[in-house]
């Protein structure tokens, strides 16, 4: 009653009208008069922008504590739904920073309570209000936080991708954000959102085991992920690993060639060895199986197995699989008639390896190697024969 009696001295002191105002906002709030504490907080707000045109003093405390209450009387309120209802006064209302500091303290309240999808809902109108801002790339992540808190990890590796591909440093974000020194920032958001999406789908293609559709698809975007990853963020320290998994991706869905160009990527890396074997011998398989499909670009596949299998048999002259490959790679030479290379491969497997299985076909071939020789058996890929070195 006293603070209403404020009102009826629009002339006092604008400090002592603005904290009555105030007063009279912050005690409907605590009557659970929600609608009659927006009025006010809002007209306190009103009143602040004349004063601000007039050049009088107020109180700024004051109306960042009016924001504050206008976001909890929304959420409080149980009238309709409360990000709706909020969106409908603040788009009457028209203050462009009245609107984006309620709905991004809705947001961060709702999630801080566990309200996700609310959160959501606040984040994506206030998105829609202010695509342009300094913080949208973070909203966004926030976003994908709160499906995550939801258990919706397919909406939050799309919330996440909406990062990537909105907000990168041709997008049109970046050409309309007024503050270009967030760029290095945000490009570390991008990052780790593409870091997020690659993890979700490797595994969704493990959950997939058996569905080879579902599997097929799978691998289909996390190849794309992969690829943008390592094109935007190749010098990062999970490129290298993300690198060996694009090989498997490749390899798991038939595109041995390419699979094979990208483990000898792995295998030329000098920011680590930590796979560097394994990217090898995963490799010569690749070109290998490539080998073996209709329409091969034969002489291309032979060379790099041929340069797969020297280098395994330098760099690692006691791996399991040098002879194997020394062997293999002699034999797809010796067909094609390139009898010089044959030779090579077949005389480090005598010399080199005396008691492998390998040892005394090769003895025989490098001593007639001018005739082709079609029978000589080749060990199959993943079961006996070659290896592979994934996960």
Known sequence: MYYNAVLNYPDASSTIYQFGIYKLGWTAYLLNEYEHSIALFGYLIRDS??????????NANMVKEAVEYLAHDFMEQKSGPPVQLATNFLDYFDNQQVTVDVLTQMGDFYIEQGFWMEAIEAYNALLQRDPYSREAPFIQSRIAIAYEGEGDYASAARAREAIVENYGPQSEWAQNAADSTLFNEVDSL????????IAYYNQQVTEAAGDREVASSAYSVLIDKIEVYLEEFGDSRNAYEFRFL????????????????????????????????NAAGNAFSSFYEAYAKPGADSLYLR????????????????GEFAAQFLFADAGNHYNANDYTTARESYTRVYNQYPTSPYTARSARSSLRPTKRNSSIPMPSCGTEGLPTQRP
Not at 190 to 197: F, M, Q, V
């Open 246 to 277: 694009l090989g498997d991706s490749y390899y798991n869905t038939g595109s041995y060639a390419r699979a094979g160009d990208i483990y000898l990527q792995v295998v030329y890396d000098s920011t680590s060895a930590q796979q560097r074997e």
């Open 49 to 58: 922008e004349r004063m601000d045109e007039l050049g009088l003093r107020r």
């Open 190 to 197: 991008r990052a780790s959102a593409l870091e997020n999406s």
């Open 303 to 318: 060379e790099k197995m041929h340069e797969v299998a020297m280098y395994y048999a330098d760099n690692y002259p006691e």
